[in-house]
């Protein structure tokens, strides 16, 4: 997200500088690589690679925040690179769009969500309590330490953008008019659009799968579906199953098919789905219709909504795509022409850069 938001920045004629740890095994592009290797080599490499970069990271108008954990360390050691990126650069502000405490706290004890990674209706979802839960140590969101941190990156930023609907949500009631949605930016231009001018007769399906996100994302349930569909329509559907593959092979492989399953517990189309759309693929992801309203969005609807709440719905909506072939050149283009209104790089940086100078404008009122 962030490699696309600093492109189209730069072609705008700013200067960005993106350090990122590559997003692990997708291996994204960065100018400053902050990958930290397992183990006690590792873990030294990776003192010797910040103590490197952080002098590289001042001077600039805007530090964007990728999360409230925005490198790989404990938040003890957090705390002070957080003030010294404070101190030594005009701006901080937060990307909200990652579990921390605000989220957790909307998901949990507002209950702000029908449906969310922690709860489905009344219940828990399917990830809390998983091996999957207990290995990322999402629960640590509770602890007080990490409250703590967290109530200091609140007080520590100057505002935030939101990518989604439901952080935009979440982050609202704490930062007021210091929040803006600005979605996720997608280069379109890079990604040709795959086009389908004929009723295909199989329906190719795509599912990439995050070994160590499944249950969060609900794809283990949306592979489910997607088998049973196989199994009834062997003659009219095909699947292609990946799993953590990098980011351009992941892009490639996926452009060869007409659907993306993208994620079941989600108001919204993330990165995913956007990156499918945006090649003329038909996206199968959350699309509440508080998300078409929230974008302003009343006429081109090309996303497949799965519930999470309605028994069986997974299963009708992909054996509704099986046996209506004929839909997808027409979703496929609405699909395209989605990603270009809402999440075009160029449009979302815009919304970033005047939001920044929105944050200077209230920092120096009286």
Avoid at 1 to 15: K, Y
Avoid at 251 to 277: G, I, K
Wanted: with cysteine; charged share 25%; aromatic share 10%.
């Amino acid at each position: 997200m962030h490699n696309s938001l600093a492109h189209a920045l730069r072609r705008a004629g700013h200067e960005a500088v993106v350090a990122s740890a590559g997003s692990r095994w997708m291996n994204t592009s960065r100018d400053i690589d902050l990958y930290r290797r397992p183990g006690l080599w590792g873990s030294l490499r990776y003192g010797w690679q910040l103590l490197r970069a952080l002098p590289l990271m001042r001077g600039f108008d805007v530090v964007q925040l990728c999360d409230h954990i925005f490198f790989d360390l404990k938040p003890e050691k957090l705390y002070h690179i957080l003030n010294y990126l404070k101190r030594h650069n005009g701006m901080v502000v937060l990307s909200a769009l990652a579990t921390d405490c605000v989220y957790v706290d909307a998901c949990q004890r507002t209950r702000l969500y029908r449906y969310s990674d922690y709860t489905v209706g009344d219940a828990p979802s399917p990830y809390v309590g998983s091996a999957e839960y207990v290995a990322l140590a999402e629960d640590n969101w509770q602890l007080p330490s990490m409250r703590r941190y967290s109530n200091h990156v609140m007080a520590t930023i100057d505002g935030a953008v939101s990518a989604l609907l439901e952080y935009d949500m979440a982050y609202r009631p704490l930062l007021g008019e210091r929040l803006a949605y600005g979605g996720i930016p997608v280069d379109v231009s890079s990604l040709p659009m795959r086009e389908l001018d004929a009723t295909p007769q199989r329906v190719k399906f795509f599912l990439g799968l995050q070994s160590t996100r499944t249950i969060i994302k609900g794809t283990d349930r949306l592979l489910a579906a997607l088998r049973r569909v196989h199994d009834r329509y062997p003659q009219w559907c095909e699947m292609e199953v990946v799993e953590d593959v990098p980011y351009a092979e992941y892009v490639e492989r996926m452009r060869h098919s007409h659907v993306l399953l993208d994620q079941l517990y989600s108001y919204t189309p993330a990165t995913n789905a956007l990156l499918a759309m945006a090649q003329g693929l038909v996206a199968v992801s959350g699309a509440e219709p508080e998300y078409y309203d929230f974008i302003g969005e009343h006429d081109n609807h090309p996303i497949v909504n799965v519930s999470p709440l309605v028994e069986g719905d997974i299963d009708a909506q992909l054996e509704h795509l099986v046996l209506h072939r004929d839909e997808l050149p027409a979703r496929a283009r609405a699909s395209r022409a989605f990603v270009e209104r809402h999440n075009d790089a160029p449009v979302v940086a815009q919304r970033f850069v005047e939001h920044w100078n929105k944050l200077i404008q209230l920092r120096h009122q009286p």
